[in-house]
């Protein structure tokens, strides 16, 4: 029988899809020292191809979308994919995973095409140290796009991948914003995954350690969760406009409670972020593969979900890269 519920009773509602593996950004932590190697156009899926795949996952089960990349406001005629993902049958939900660069002249339109929930990327306030994490100076259009998918959204999330020595001496300027604006900010444990070879266990700081630095500033208040709050553990300050959020895979993995699985840029589903276990499900869309065995595959890969992750803090991982997956 066909079913989303995976070996360990985890019913899977949520599918992040990852739209391209190329980026306006260089972000230290994601890409490879030697730059991003693209690959051919011709390895990543079509709009047409997602679709298909995204209206074989309905059948599933699946209702809630995660557009992510690379950066996907870089790919040509996003919003009218995003409208056509959208207006499919089951899909009760679609957010974006963006860094903000282009948002300035898009966050309305994206608002119009459907998207409900937006998360911008943002690891520093400081323009000189945007310039150092992410090697291109594009701080002041991440500020405009913020600016602009706060008129466009009703609730902005900001995420910070914190690391020791770059960027956890602004804490307290995050913790600010979230004092002074409605916006949700979440803090994320810097993870062991990709090409980078940034990642060391020494500039990981853990959910305790982030968690009593944050309360350095004032005492917190946790938020009881929500069904659909994801990995987040959320908290509010006291006379606080905004949130706060600590998302935290290694110290205190969520596992238990994952509702997702992936699809990869080069057509690849992937049932666990953290595993390089994936199965292949552009080759059978090319080929002609029936609805059914689209669903069947997709099913396939929530069989396949492991019951947790093994990335631990004392290992490194040379997985598949960031900006293939999505995060
Ligand atoms: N370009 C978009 C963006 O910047 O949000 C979407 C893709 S990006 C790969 C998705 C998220 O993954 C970003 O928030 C990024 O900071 C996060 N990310 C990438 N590598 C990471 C790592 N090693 N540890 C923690 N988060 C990471």
């Known amino acids: 029988m066909e079913t989303n519920i995976d070996p360990f009773d985890r019913r899977i509602t949520y599918l992040r899809v990852s739209v391209t593996d190329r980026c306006n950004l260089r972000c230290c932590y994601c890409v490879s020292a030697d730059g ?34 690379g950066e996907p406001l870089i790919r040509r005629d996003i919003l009218p994919f995003i409208k056509l993902l959208a207006a499919t049958p089951g899909i009760e939900e679609i957010g974006l995973t963006t860094n903000g660069i282009l948002l300035k002249d898009m966050a309305g339109p994206l608002s119009d095409a459907g998207i409900k929930r937006i998360n911008i990327s943002l690891d520093t306030l400081n323009p000189l140290k945007f310039r150092k994490i992410t090697l291109r100076d594009s701080f002041y259009k991440v500020m405009d796009g913020i600016a602009a998918a706060t008129e466009a959204f009703s609730l902005v999330k900001l995420n910070m991948v914190v690391i020791r020595g770059v960027n956890d001496n602004e804490i307290p300027q995050f913790v600010e914003l979230a004092m002074h604006h409605p916006y949700v900010v979440r803090f994320i444990e810097c993870m062991p995954i990709g090409k980078s070879g940034f990642w060391d266990i020494r500039k990981v700081l853990t959910f305790d350690e982030i968690k009593s630095r944050i309360e350095l500033l004032g005492s917190l208040h946790q938020v009881p969760s929500m069904a659909d709050d994801g990995p987040s553990k959320r908290y509010r300050l006291k006379h606080a406009k905004g949130e706060i959020g600590i998302i ?80």
């Open 36 to 69: 991003l190697n693209p690959l051919p156009h011709s390895e990543i899926l079509r709009y047409e191809e997602i679709i298909e795949i995204v209206r074989a996952a309905t059948d599933l089960g699946i209702r809630k979308l995660r557009i992510t990349g």
């Open 248 to 327: 935290s895979p290694l110290s205190h993995n969520f596992c238990a409670d994952c509702n997702r699985i992936r699809l990869t840029a080069n057509g690849r589903l992937r049932p666990c972020l953290f595993s390089d276990h994936e199965i292949d499900i552009k080759g059978p869309v090319r080929s002609g593969c029936t609805h059914k065995g689209l669903t069947d595959l997709i099913q396939k890969a929530i069989a396949q979900k492991p019951r947790r992750h093994y990335a631990g803090l004392d290992q490194e991982s040379h997985l598949c890269s960031m900006s293939m997956i999505g995060g």
